[in-house]
């Protein structure tokens, strides 16, 4: 397993969440995507380390913003 963090900024509410959750849980290999508005706080665990420019793309898509952490 794997563990990488972001930033994300815009997110507000518990729909936002839900956004980024769908859109990042879609990219292969994803097991597990904690994310919370309060913190911007985005943790994806995956079963083999994780390519930054597809979650990066997917978080965009969900209509938002991310940076490793």
């Given at each position: 397993?794997?563990?990488?963090?972001?930033?994300?900024?815009?997110?507000?509410c518990?729909?936002?969440?839900?956004?980024?959750?769908?859109?990042?849980?879609?990219?292969?290999?994803?097991?597990?995507?904690?994310?919370?508005?309060?913190?911007?706080?985005?943790?994806?665990?995956?079963?083999?380390?994780?390519?930054?420019?597809?979650?990066?793309?997917?978080?965009?898509?969900?209509?938002?913003?991310?940076?490793?952490?």
């Amino acid at each position: 397993m794997s563990t990488s963090e972001y930033q994300v900024t815009g997110m507000t509410c518990g729909h936002c969440e839900m956004s980024v959750r769908e859109e990042v849980g879609g990219i292969d290999g994803v097991e597990h995507v904690d994310v919370s508005a309060a913190t911007g706080k985005l943790v994806v665990t995956s079963t083999e380390p994780i390519n930054d420019a597809a979650v990066l793309a997917a978080v965009d898509e969900a209509g938002y913003t991310a940076v490793p952490v």
